[in-house]
């Protein structure tokens, strides 16, 4: 079974620092895409990045990139110049690329608080 | 944003009472799921639906039914609720051979 594993459970960094979120995860699937969601204190859950396991280039989006090194089954969200706005819980989630399998499992996330 | 809407977005409920939580798509996306997200566990999946009256059970599905009988409308009821599914519950949805499911507002559930 997969497993998504967050080991930071809360950060503090200050604004306009570069922050990197940890993420490792557990499958012997060679097909699977990993995602990252944002949780602000409204309790919405927004999706910020997807990277396939098959991507070459780390995916972007914006200030959001995912550091994704295979070989040892990290996606690490990295935010650069964070922002207050960037204070919220931040999840890590990997999907099976089966068909019938297109569930989500998450990690238990990590809360980041931008310190002005 | 994708139209997904939760109601109701708050309940109240006294253990041993049935309760239907609804999520609504206005996106006529294949995939519904419903999870629900309690602190140090993160989101787990209840059930999930991959099309109209077809449905599966996630990791934590004991205690709860769901019912697909429109492509826009994914129920969840607990037939008797207990104060242990005391939860915000979370739909999400996503189209066939897209990448990124999206999520609804959630829905925040007190069994007394």
């Known amino acids: 079974a997969q497993k998504i594993t967050q080991t930071q459970p809360g950060m503090f960094v200050q604004e306009k620092e570069a922050v990197t979120l940890d993420c490792t995860y557990d499958t012997s699937d060679q097909s699977y895409g990993l995602f990252w969601y944002k949780q602000p204190s409204s309790g919405e859950m927004i999706f910020l990045i997807y990277?396939?396991?098959?991507?070459?280039q780390n995916a972007t989006e914006g200030r959001y990139s995912l550091n994704f090194q295979k070989a040892r089954k990290s996606a690490n969200l990295v935010i650069s110049a964070s922002q207050l706005g960037d204070s919220a819980m931040y999840f890590c989630a990997m999907r099976l690329s089966n068909f019938g399998n297109e569930k989500l499992t998450f990690g238990t996330g990590t809360r980041l608080t931008i310190i002005p | 944003d994708a139209g997904i809407t939760q109601s109701p977005r708050h309940k109240v409920t006294e253990t041993g009472t049935p309760v239907t939580l609804r999520c609504h798509q206005t996106?006529?996306?294949?995939?519904m799921y419903w999870y629900r997200q309690d602190p140090g566990h993160g989101l787990r999946l209840i059930h999930y639906s991959y099309g109209v009256k077809d449905t599966d059970k996630g990791e934590v599905s004991d205690g709860y039914s769901v019912s697909r009988s429109k492509t826009e409308d994914f129920l969840l009821t607990l037939e008797s609720a207990t104060s242990s599914q005391t939860s915000v519950y979370f739909c999400a949805i996503q189209g066939a051979g897209a990448d990124t499911q999206y999520f609804g507002p959630g829905t925040r559930l007190t069994v007394l």
């Open positions: 990277q396939g396991s098959y991507d070459e």
């Open positions: 996106e006529n996306h294949r995939y």
